[in-house]
C-alpha cells in the first residue's frame, strides 16, 4: 500500500473496519502476541507510539508477523529523522500530535501515509496544503460530533477524518454521523500488562459498534 508522492489526493486508505489501535506502551516480546489478537478480533491498523521504549522493534516484529493487508504505523512522530526511522523499521502510516508541514513532506518523500493530529480548521487545512493524506483530530474530547460536522462542511469530502481521544464503542455512532471516517483507540483498547482475553473482548466490542453504524 505505497502512497507514491505524486499527489495529495491520494488519500489515507480506509480499511472496511478503519479503527486504529494506538499501542502506547508497548514491548517488543509482546508485540506479535498482541498483533496477532487484535488481526484475528478484525482490526487492521495498528499505531505505535514512539515516544517509549522498543517502539521500533515492535513495528519491524509487527510488521514480520502480519498479513499484508494490516497497515503498521508510528504515533508521536515529532520529527524528519522519526520518520525515517519507521520507514526503516518497516512502518507504512505516520501519525503525529501536531500538524509540522516538514513530518509530512517527508513522510510523502518517504513514500508513507501521512495522519497529522489537527485540532482546528485552520491546521486541518494547514496539513492538507504540506501534503497529508488524512487528519487526526485530537483531542477528540475538545472536538465533539457538532463540530466535526461543521468541519466537513468545508473539508474536501475525500478527506479522511479520524477522532482520536477518549473514543468509546458507544461514542462511535455520533461521531460516525457528523462525518468521521474511523477512530483511533488508546487505553480503553490496549494498555500495558492487559491480557489478551480482554483485549480481543474489547476489540470484538469497537468492531461491532462500527458494524453497527455503518
Not at 22 to 46: H, K, N, S, Y
Not at 68 to 77: C, E, F, K, Q, S
Not at 91 to 111: A, F, K, Q, W, Y
Request: proline share 10%; glycine share 10%.
Amino acid at each position: 500500500m505505497n502512497p507514491g508522492t505524486s499527489t495529495t489526493e491520494h488519500f489515507y486508505p480506509l480499511p472496511a473496519v478503519p479503527l486504529i489501535a494506538i499501542l502506547r506502551g508497548l514491548t517488543p516480546d509482546e508485540a506479535v502476541t498482541v498483533g496477532q489478537c487484535l488481526f484475528d478480533a478484525g482490526v487492521r491498523v495498528l499505531e505505535v507510539p514512539l515516544n517509549r521504549p522498543g517502539a521500533l522493534a515492535c513495528i519491524t516484529s509487527l510488521r514480520a508477523a502480519l498479513p499484508p493487508d494490516v497497515l503498521i504505523g508510528a504515533g508521536t512522530v515529532l520529527s524528519p529523522q522519526a520518520v525515517a526511522d519507521v520507514a526503516a523499521a518497516g512502518g507504512e502510516l505516520i501519525i503525529s500530535p501536531d500538524c509540522n508541514p516538514e513530518v509530512i513532506r517527508t513522510t510523502r518523500e518517504r513514500g508513507l501515509w501521512s495522519l497529522p493530529g489537527v485540532s482546528t480548521p485552520t491546521e486541518a487545512f494547514a496539513a492538507l496544503r504540506a501534503g497529508a493524506q488524512g487528519i487526526k483530530i485530537f483531542p477528540a474530547e475538545a472536538v465533539p460530533p457538532t463540530v466535526v460536522k461543521a468541519w466537513r462542511a468545508v473539508l474536501p469530502a475525500a478527506v479522511p477524518v479520524i477522532p482520536v481521544g477518549g473514543i468509546t464503542p458507544e461514542s462511535l455512532a455520533g461521531y460516525t454521523a457528523a462525518g468521521a471516517n474511523g477512530f483511533g483507540i488508546g487505553s480503553q483498547l490496549y494498555a500495558p500488562g492487559r491480557g489478551t482475553d480482554e483485549l480481543a473482548q474489547r476489540a470484538r466490542a469497537y468492531v461491532d459498534a462500527w458494524k453497527a453504524v455503518v
